[in-house]
């Protein structure tokens, strides 16, 4: 029940999905505790085979995917703006028609990866 809570609570983009990976929990990161729970869901679900396992754990795999998929976004939405300002300001100072100015324009989605969701 409780992956349910998760995966539905991320099924939207919210700026709480960046709090949810770059804070730590007990020592641990996110990546780090759902990992270790879904090695533990699978385990069981092998042994015993029972249908609440596996929807537990079709529940936490829909969470890691809306994790992967938002975190890159919301980040460098509310948290690049500020940095992307600085440095176009700088590109501009320095050199208006910059390369670096066009080339950040035409990052993608997964230009944006961050090393915090590699498990």
Not at 37 to 57: P, R
Not at 88 to 114: C, H, I, R, T, Y
């Amino acid at each position: 029940m409780f992956a349910r809570i998760l995966f539905l609570s991320t099924a939207f983009s919210a700026s709480y999905i960046v709090t949810f990976v770059d804070n730590k929990y007990s020592g641990r990161t996110l990546v780090e505790m759902i990992s270790a729970k879904l090695d533990l869901l699978l385990f069981i679900s092998l042994q015993t085979g029972t249908g609440v396992v596996k929807e537990a754990m079709t529940d936490v795999l829909k969470f890691i995917y809306n994790i992967i998929y938002h975190y890159p976004k919301v980040y460098c939405t509310c948290y690049c703006v500020a940095v992307k300002r600085l440095h176009a300001a700088q590109v501009a100072q320095q050199n208006p028609q910059s390369q670096a100015a066009v080339e950040d324009k035409n990052k993608v989605l997964g230009d944006f990866w961050s090393p915090k969701l590699d498990g």
